[in-house]
């Protein structure tokens, strides 16, 4: 087979505002998996300052928990620890 060139999209934090603001996500739990990603790239149990998390993001406080028990539910979370210290599945 010959070799293609593949082409790369890159997703960040200007990107993913516009793909929000485009409805283009189906559910608050899409954009902080995204959001997630971003701001913790590689980390299976990152530390979450909420209140900076959401002010960054413009969530509010009461999305992003039931997001990520919505998350939890789907295995992407593991756990959800009282300070928000997140365990993903490596």
Known sequence: ???????CYTLNREELFRI?????????????????????PGKLNPKIDVHAFCNRWELDEGDLYKALGELRKKGVVV????????????
């Open 20 to 40: 929000r603001e485009l409805k283009l996500l189906t559910s608050d739990h899409d954009y902080i998996f995204f959001a997630l990603q971003l701001d913790f």
């Open 79 to 90: 756990s959800i620890a009282s300070q928000i210290s997140l365990q993903m599945p490596s």
């Open 1 to 7: 087979m010959a070799q293609t060139d593949v082409g």
